[in-house]
């Protein structure tokens, strides 16, 4: 299992690979230039996505649900795509899947992470502040990266960003 500096490496290196270097990251292009296809589909809502490895890998993703969760899941399939050898994987979100116990997953959700929310990008971003990032300054950035506020306030914490949700 990789660490997360490991992880954030690995991320970092496929955004330099695809000449990405502002936000809104554009996880369609990150998968192109890794000759990955991605398909948009009705599934049930459950299944967020798919990768399968054709010809070419096949990202598969579930066009009913919002477009920040289409992109997380873009970016979670290219961790698998990345970080992976699985033949074929599929994603579901159910109590288990939230859980997030199975090493691959976190791996690719910490990658995902990594990929939407660039720490370089993140610290530029923040690095006038002179006080925690309350609720409405994590919305603003959720907006700009086109994430969840959750997840941005999760990335936030997870690099050591000081937060505060009480308001």
Known sequence: MLNQAQIEKKAAEVLETAGI????????????KLGAQIEFEKA????SGALFRLAIPVIGVNSTHPLNRQR???AHEIAHLVLHNDSAHTDYRNVVSSQATDPKEIEANKFAAAILMPEYLIRKSVAKRTKPLDES???RLSV?????????ALRLTNL????DMSS
């Open 44 to 47: 049930d809502d459950e299944i």
């Open 72 to 74: 997380f899941t873009i």
């Open 144 to 152: 700009v990266y086109r994430v969840s506020a959750q997840a941005m």
């Open 160 to 163: 050591g960003i000081a937060v």
């Open 137 to 139: 300054a994590i919305r």
């Open 21 to 32: 270097h502002r936000a809104p990251v554009d996880v369609e292009r990150i998968a192109s």
